[in-house]
């Protein structure tokens, strides 16, 4: 299986893109740090945290789920359509829903000092609305997808380096990325419009319904996940200090970086792999192999030097203010290998096989060895405790969808995909 046609692009394509979000992101990362300093910083991760949550709420399962039925369905447009517009409907509504909540916890809980922070966040909640990533995915558009987020980080980079310039100036950089967002998602909406990808179909308040509670499980399996990824960060906010938060969230940004490697491969092949699984199982499997053992053999690759320099990525990033994270990037340096490989296996395994309770079994063990761990490691190792309980969860995760896997090898094999 050869990676050619718009799959080969989609990877290729991706590679250099993410090679230029990372650039971009490492160009202003170390200027933010410096700048603004380790508790200012502290405070925006703090705030990113509570916008993130919303931004959950409002993709909800879609990603996976809409995705999933816009690749099955490519090839049918009018279908496609009523798919797209029962999505956009359903997350106008959850947008509400969550910009309500959102408002009620700025008024109950957000310090004095903190609200214009905290209200910046509301453009990024509306730019994220706007930007249908999970249409573009299932049309296998994933290039294009990719290409609109790098833009977004485009447009505010020279507003960045140009009016932020001390911490005072932290409000600022929610507000730049919020409106850069929404700019590209009107131009993406409007990018689609021209090229008649979809049409206008006014759906029924009951097929709205009942796509949410299509992708109730994928919401609540992947809320598992984002929760256990923020248990962390929001009790080190609530516990420890903004400069302990700070300092995690270095290392933290820099482990997500190296991840981020592998999500051309990853988010290329989902939407491929849930069509052959429905089209041509023969393909899906050999497709399934090759792919796999080059994720494994290059995740495992940049864990080992993601350890070696992680002193120097901390000095370059974060610079002398930083340096207590340097042990944190180390702990931290496997995460990539086991992320990578729990990604590959959930989207290109699971989910086209349709065994989403795997997906929501291993999640929920994740947090709750999360959650079981955090106040004790916290409490007597720090920094540390915190850093490590996040690694043992994420490689009990792993281990545990290798399991689910090896369960399913008979199923693999069938010619009918759903087991």
Known sequence: MKFTGRLGRNIFGLGAL?????????????????????????????VLLIVNYGIWVVNWGFYLGATQRIAASRDHKERVSKIACEVWVAQFLLAIISITIYWIFIKLFAEQKLQSVYFAGYAMLIGNLLTPLWFLHGLEKVWEASFTLLMAKIVVLPFIFIYINSENDAFLYLLFNGVGSIVIGIACLYWMYRGNFVYWRSPKIRNILKVIVEDSSFFFTSMTSNLTASIIPTALGIWASPSDLGLFNIADRIKAAAITIFHPVVHALYPRMAYLFSANKMAAIKLLRISGIAIFGSSLLVSFILFLLAPKLILWIGGENFSGAI?????????????????????????????????????????????????????????????????????????????????????????????
Request: hydrophobic share 55%; with cysteine; glycine share 6%.
């Open 18 to 46: 993410q090679g230029m979000n990372l650039v971009v992101t490492f160009l202003t990362l170390p200027y933010l740090t410096r700048v603004l300093g380790v508790q200012a910083w502290g405070n925006i991760v703090f």
């Open 327 to 419: 042990p944190l990037l180390r702990i931290l340096a496997l995460v990539p290998l086991a992320s990578t490989i729990s990604a590959f296996i959930v989207h290109q395994v699971l989910i086209p096989l349709q065994q989403r309770k795997f997906y929501l079994i291993s999640s929920l063990i994740i947090l709750m060895t999360t959650l079981l761990l955090i106040y004790p490691s916290i409490t007597y190792f720090g920094l540390r405790g915190a850093t490590t309980t996040m690694l043992l969860a994420e490689l009990m995760g792993c281990f545990c969808l290798i399991f689910f896997t090896w369960l399913l090898r008979g199923a693999l094999g069938k010619p009918n995909i759903y087991v």
